[in-house]
């Protein structure tokens, strides 16, 4: 199968959304939170917004059950890793707003090994040499979590837990978008991770979207799926056993994939073998956020259940249309709007007119002038116009997966010919 088939300081507010987010706990119970900034530094407490940190030291000294917040922007950490091994840390962006950006080039760039380990509202980009994201622990949670990685593997998630709303991409050859792959080791032998409206795109030759391989002795991985999208070159999902009594199983319902790979007795949800999975490919408004774009068949053809979260990977509702939609983006049909700010008068001697204007979302604009033929525009726009008479300007404008304002604004201004002026004789 191709893969081409489916393609400052803080403000105020977000002081607020920190507050709200973190509580206000008593000091017996509640962890510490440590705060991260792209301009903070080594030598910082981490203590508050006014002393937050580098991300390097909130994720790296975190003791067992911290939370860390990682306020928004863009943090460049080279090769550093970022990692801990302690139970119960939470490192989070603030939901509501921008997530924050991590550019990293060391082999893994964000670590937790810890029991209930957690991370949510996170954009990463991974150009290291093993694992983009690797969360492996029992009872971990992952939610509204953007990966990119030219590794190996972009996301390894397990052995227990839940990760929803959540989009793992690689480049690599060989790669694997999402991998919960291990063996037992006498600590633990079984764990089960729940996957809901995942996106996992694996772009390099024989590679996988998402792989549960089994191996050791008395292994048993069990991975339940739902509303998820899995694309591979080499197969879309992947379920292999091997080892002494170790056991794999792949099971999916309301998720979108069209080839399967098994071996040594894994097991994976056939193809076409429930009504509620589809093998029709998507369709996908970017390849970056692979957003779905208009007439995909993962629009309202998802399920629901207690695992299913709230929000999409953007922050928009979950379930918008009739039931929720298959993978990490919840479709949005809502058009844009575009709104004119400034037209020349109706009535004008002038020849130059300077038009701006404005939409309600991240839109390209399209301008037509008269009769002539659409053409991409940007606010301002300046019209000069040769002849006298009505003119007429139509702006109209599409949104990032496809939707078409379907009320342009139009603006219809006239112009006079210049009046002489009359001589006066004496």
């Given at each position: 199968m191709s893969t081409t088939r489916r393609l400052l300081a803080v403000p105020a507010l977000v002081v607020g959304a920190l507050v709200a987010q973190t509580g206000l706990a008593t000091p017996a119970q509640a962890a510490t939170v440590r705060y991260a900034a792209p301009d903070g530094t080594?030598?910082?407490?981490?203590?508050?917004?006014?002393?937050?940190?580098s991300i390097q030291k909130a994720i790296n000294q975190a003791a067992a059950g911290d939370e860390v917040v990682v306020t928004p922007g863009?943090?460049?950490v080279g090769t550093t890793v970022l990692a801990t091994s302690q139970s119960g840390v939470n490192v989070h962006g603030v939901a509501g707003f921008p997530r924050p950006t991590i550019n990293t080039a060391a082999d893994t760039g964000?670590?937790?090994?810890?029991?209930?380990?957690?991370?949510?509202?996170?954009?990463?980009?991974?150009?290291?040499?093993v694992w983009g994201l690797n969360v492996f622990a029992t009872n971990i949670?992952?939610?509204?979590?953007?990966?990119?990685?030219?590794?190996?593997?972009?996301?390894?998630?397990?052995?227990?837990?839940?990760?929803?709303?959540?989009?793992?991409?690689?480049?690599?050859?060989?790669?694997?978008?999402?991998?919960?792959?291990?063996?037992?080791?006498?600590?633990f032998t079984s764990g089960t991770l729940v996957l809901r409206n995942i996106t996992a795109v694996a772009t390099g030759a024989a590679?996988?979207?998402?792989?549960?391989?089994?191996?050791?002795?008395?292994?048993?991985?069990?991975?339940?799926a739902r509303n998820v999208i899995?694309?591979?070159?080499?197969?879309?999902?992947?379920?292999?056993?091997?080892?002494?009594?170790?056991?794999?199983?792949?099971?999916?319902t309301n998720s979108n994939y069209d080839k399967i790979e098994e071996g040594g007795g894994g097991n994976v949800t056939n193809v076409g073998s429930s009504s509620s999975n589809q093998t029709t490919p998507p369709v996908f408004a970017d390849a970056v956020g692979f957003h779905q774009g208009l007439g995909s068949p993962t629009i309202d053809k998802g399920g629901s259940d207690a695992s299913v979260g709230t929000f999409d990977l953007d922050g928009n509702p979950r379930k918008i249309g009739s039931a929720v939609d298959i993978g990490a983006d919840e479709f949005d049909p809502t058009p844009p709007d575009?709104?004119?700010?400034?037209?020349?008068?109706?009535?004008?001697?002038?020849?130059?007119?300077?038009f701006t204007f404005h939409a309600t979302e991240s839109v390209w604009f399209f301008c037509v002038i008269d009769r002539k033929a659409m053409k991409p525009c940007t606010s301002p726009l300046k019209v000069k116009s040769r002849k006298r008479g009505k003119?007429?300007?139509?702006v109209s404008a599409i949104d990032s997966v496809g939707n078409v304002d379907p009320t342009p604004a139009t603006y219809t201004w006239k112009i006079k010919k210049k009046s002489k002026k009359k001589k006066h004789h004496r």
């Amino acid at each position: 199968m191709s893969t081409t088939r489916r393609l400052l300081a803080v403000p105020a507010l977000v002081v607020g959304a920190l507050v709200a987010q973190t509580g206000l706990a008593t000091p017996a119970q509640a962890a510490t939170v440590r705060y991260a900034a792209p301009d903070g530094t080594s030598a910082a407490s981490c203590a508050s917004l006014a002393t937050a940190c580098s991300i390097q030291k909130a994720i790296n000294q975190a003791a067992a059950g911290d939370e860390v917040v990682v306020t928004p922007g863009t943090y460049n950490v080279g090769t550093t890793v970022l990692a801990t091994s302690q139970s119960g840390v939470n490192v989070h962006g603030v939901a509501g707003f921008p997530r924050p950006t991590i550019n990293t080039a060391a082999d893994t760039g964000l670590a937790l090994s810890g029991a209930s380990a957690r991370v949510s509202d996170l954009t990463m980009n991974h150009s290291g040499a093993v694992w983009g994201l690797n969360v492996f622990a029992t009872n971990i949670s992952v939610q509204r979590v953007e990966v990119h990685s030219t590794a190996p593997v972009a996301c390894f998630l397990g052995l227990s837990g839940l990760a929803r709303d959540t989009l793992c991409v690689t480049t690599a050859d060989g790669g694997v978008a999402l991998d919960d792959s291990w063996g037992g080791n006498g600590t633990f032998t079984s764990g089960t991770l729940v996957l809901r409206n995942i996106t996992a795109v694996a772009t390099g030759a024989a590679s996988y979207g998402i792989r549960a391989d089994a191996s050791g002795s008395d292994t048993n991985l069990d991975v339940s799926a739902r509303n998820v999208i899995a694309i591979g070159s080499a197969a879309d999902l992947r379920s292999t056993e091997v080892g002494t009594n170790s056991e794999s199983d792949l099971i999916l319902t309301n998720s979108n994939y069209d080839k399967i790979e098994e071996g040594g007795g894994g097991n994976v949800t056939n193809v076409g073998s429930s009504s509620s999975n589809q093998t029709t490919p998507p369709v996908f408004a970017d390849a970056v956020g692979f957003h779905q774009g208009l007439g995909s068949p993962t629009i309202d053809k998802g399920g629901s259940d207690a695992s299913v979260g709230t929000f999409d990977l953007d922050g928009n509702p979950r379930k918008i249309g009739s039931a929720v939609d298959i993978g990490a983006d919840e479709f949005d049909p809502t058009p844009p709007d575009v709104v004119l700010d400034r037209t020349p008068k109706k009535k004008t001697h002038k020849r130059k007119a300077i038009f701006t204007f404005h939409a309600t979302e991240s839109v390209w604009f399209f301008c037509v002038i008269d009769r002539k033929a659409m053409k991409p525009c940007t606010s301002p726009l300046k019209v000069k116009s040769r002849k006298r008479g009505k003119h007429t300007l139509t702006v109209s404008a599409i949104d990032s997966v496809g939707n078409v304002d379907p009320t342009p604004a139009t603006y219809t201004w006239k112009i006079k010919k210049k009046s002489k002026k009359k001589k006066h004789h004496r």
